[in-house]
């Protein structure tokens, strides 16, 4: 174990830069996720709130609504919605882990200096699976919040988003394709 920068430089300095910067975008998704998801929550105890509480004022429903929860604690409670399927249920879950590994290994190919391009290669595919998760689970709590704000349902509104995540990520400019 030593320092997570050393005089030397990486052994593929283009792809390591490569995965990095793919990591960084995939974070940047997780945290959409993660955001939309309490963005939903919020929404659904409002409306909870508003039809429990006829005579409620806003101050009120504010207060019920603000409790921030863990991710896990936000999609357990999102899976008690009448709305939501075992199958959203299943791809909320596998979002989270998703979202747990970019945050707590997603950007960690081994020590810069030292990765072998083999070793940053199987990061990216590792990245790839870990995205997919993330972006399908984006896609549905994404979806959930435009039927919200919008009053009316998705339809084919970006049906391509997963695509589009991972292109953005690791398409033929990234470095990484």
């Not at 896609?139 to 695509?163: I, N, T």
Request: glycine content about 6%; aromatic content about 10%.
């Amino acid at each position: 174990m030593s320092w997570p920068l050393a005089l030397i430089g990486p052994q593929d300095p283009t792809l390591t830069d490569a995965a990095l910067l793919a990591a960084g975008k995939a974070l940047y998704l997780s945290n959409c996720f993660e955001a939309s998801c309490h963005y939903v929550l919020r929404a659904y105890r409002l409306l909870s709130y508003i039809d429990a509480h006829r005579e409620g004022d806003w101050s009120d429903a504010m207060v019920a609504i603000s409790k921030k929860r863990l991710l896990n604690a936000a999609i357990e409670e999102l899976a008690t919605f009448p709305v939501v399927s075992a199958e959203d249920v299943t791809i909320l879950q596998k979002a989270r882990a998703a979202r747990n590994h970019l945050a707590h290994e997603g950007a960690f190919p081994g020590f810069i200096w030292c990765a072998k391009t083999h070793h940053i290669e199987r990061h990216l595919e590792a990245l790839r699976t870990t995205v997919t998760d993330l972006s399908k689970g984006n896609h549905l709590v994404s979806g959930w919040c435009y039927e919200f704000d919008e009053k009316r349902p998705v339809g084919s509104v970006m049906a391509q988003f997963p695509a589009l995540a991972e292109r953005w990520i690791f398409g033929a400019d990234s470095g990484c394709a």
